[in-house]
């Protein structure tokens, strides 16, 4: 098995949209509750430091986008979100595409990558990010509403990259 990560291209949109969609869907990890159309996702991944697509001998798994944290000062800490394609999650796809964002991260000369709301009941990413030696900065009560209207603590998470 082959797993390779490529820059966005358009030859890839239709599927990293998909993917971005669904876990937008799921309500239960990324902030943003609306589904992307085509020009909205092509505008969205291309204003990124950069947009990853994943491919699986050959086939598109996943897609990350790498990018500020912030603006001016704290501009130099980076910021990333991971979706894999339903039915191939749990194959290490999202630990390639955090590994590789550190990579990147650094390349561009971002001193940290910071994740400022991972969902409490997004399990297996806490679970990847402690293990990869992400810190634990703090916890925001309440500051993730789930797609029924609940509403969950989020985390914050820190790894330098230099």
């Known amino acids: 098995m082959k797993l390779t990560m490529e820059p966005f291209c358009e030859e890839n ?3 990293i ?3 971005w969609n669904s876990v937008v869907e799921q309500g239960d990890s990324f902030p ?3 589904i992307l ?3 909205e996702a092509r505008e969205m991944f291309a204003a990124q430091t950069e947009t990853v697509c994943v491919r699986l001998d050959g086939e598109v798994v996943g897609v990350y986008i790498l ?8 501009s130099h800490v980076a910021n990333a979100s991971y979706g894999v394609k ?3 999650r749990g194959a290490g796809i999202g630990r390639a595409m955090v590994l590789d964002s550190l990579h990147r991260a650094g390349k561009y000369g971002f001193r940290g990558l910071q994740f400022n709301a991972v969902v409490r009941t997004n399990a297996a990413a ?3 990010y402690e293990q990869l ?6 916890v925001i009560p309440g500051g993730y509403r789930l797609k029924d209207g609940s509403y969950e603590d989020i985390l914050i998470f820190y790894h330098p990259t230099v």
Do not use: A, K, M, Y
């Open 86 to 88: 339903p039915g191939c």
């Open 126 to 128: 806490i679970h990847l």
């Open 13 to 15: 949109l239709p599927e």
């Open 32 to 34: 943003g509750d609306q």
């Open 67 to 74: 990018h500020p944290n912030h603006i001016g000062r704290c």
């Open 37 to 39: 159309s085509l020009e």
């Open 133 to 138: 030696g992400f810190t634990r900065v703090g």
């Open 17 to 19: 949209t998909r993917i």
